[in-house]
């Protein structure tokens, strides 16, 4: 696996980004959490003129073997469908990213099924692999074809980077992931599995049930897991470590990193295990309907932008987030200050 080399960005021009947003035609703090985000975005690149290039939204899809449990209100082949939708434009996330100018990339990280060669997305399984296996019989996947799901993942986010992409966000698609979401939040932030699991795709209080006691067998099968890749390999899927992958290596090219709902933020919770400083870079879109999301949240001390009870994953989040932070650049670069506009400045 490769070495990811993460560094802070430079706080010295804090001060010089803090001053020109106190300075524009407002009271101090008025734009509230845009100003946080101008401070951010601004900071990640270094300089009091950010500006947003060439937005890319990244979906990994991928199987997952305990969807062979009746933990998930659908069938296992929707994964498939559901990327064969991608394609054709008609899912939430390719409505959403149109109307944003955000381009997207659909990558098929371990799906059960063979797609043709010349459809528009990333083919990158593992040889000779499709899902991963059913985690009450055995781990998920083994270390080696964790490590090679992490860069393969980072290989794709340096191939938008050298496109002149400088924020990127991350969805997923895959029948069985909030199980294996729940899972990895349950082993990191030290929570009950119980408290973690939540309806995933609409489960009923019967199915709910039924779901929680499968993963809380498949928890007590594994003892013993003292690292991050231990943890996302006994749990994970392929399409979470290739995401923890991308993570890393956006925040090692500095780019912005948006984070979608309750399986992307299990990612990134192994992603900052590997590297705390990726937390320097990212930007958490909203607050997942799914039980264990604001746990997770504030496991991390954050605060999404939006709270819109989405349960869909797919990067929607991520979508629906970035006018806002477009809004953050856009008053930072263009509103006048008190002494441009002529306007006379509180005492």
């Known amino acids: 696996m490769r070495t990811f080399t993460i560094t802070t960005p430079d706080k010295s021009i804090q001060s010089s980004i803090q001053h020109k947003i106190d300075f524009k035609t407002k009271p101090l703090g008025a734009l509230g959490t845009l100003e946080q985000l101008a ?5 990640i690149q270094g300089t009091t003129e950010p500006v947003l290039n060439n937005p890319h939204l990244v979906v ?3 199987d997952h073997g ?5 933990v998930s209100k ?5 994964t498939f469908q559901m990327v064969m939708n991608f394609v054709r434009g008609g899912a939430a996330i390719n409505v959403f990213c149109k109307q944003n100018q955000i381009k997207l990339q659909v990558v098929d990280a371990g799906v059960n099924g063979i797609f043709d060669k010349n459809i528009p997305i990333i083919h990158n399984k593992l040889q000779h692999t499709a899902g991963t296996k059913n985690i009450l019989k055995e781990p998920a996947m083994s270390i080696k074809e964790g490590q090679k799901c992490i860069d393969r993942g980072a290989t794709v986010v340096q191939d938008i980077f050298e496109q002149g992409c400088n924020i990127i966000g991350f969805g997923e698609m895959g029948i069985g992931n909030t199980s294996s979401a729940s899972l990895i939040m349950s082993k990191i932030c030290k929570i009950p599995v119980s408290e973690c699991v939540g309806r995933g795709t609409g489960v009923d209080d019967e199915a709910l049930k039924h779901k929680v006691a499968v993963l809380t067998k ?6 013993g897991l003292d690292s991050p890749l231990k943890i996302l390999t006994t749990f994970g899927g392929f399409e979470i470590a290739q995401m923890v992958g991308a993570m890393l290596q956006a925040a090692q090219n500095k780019m912005i990193i948006l984070v979608d709902g ?3 933020t299990a990612a990134f919770l192994v992603a900052s295990k590997i590297e705390p400083t990726v937390k320097e870079y ?3 879109c909203h607050q997942s309907d799914e039980n264990g999301h604001k746990k997770m949240l504030d496991f991390l001390g954050i605060t999404p932008l939006l709270q819109l009870n989405l349960r869909l994953g797919e990067g929607t989040g991520c979508a629906l987030a970035y006018p806002i932070v477009k809004s953050a650049v856009t008053f930072l670069n263009s509103m006048a200050s008190f002494e441009v506009a002529g306007v006379s400045n509180a005492q």
């Open 282 to 284: 990212a930007i958490f």
């Open 60 to 62: 990994f899809a991928a």
């Open 74 to 78: 659908y069938p296992p082949e929707v």
């Open 66 to 70: 305990i969807a062979q449990e009746g």
């Open 262 to 264: 309750f399986i992307a």
């Open 218 to 223: 498949a928890q007590q099968l594994y003892k």
């Open 39 to 43: 401070l951010q975005i601004a900071t």
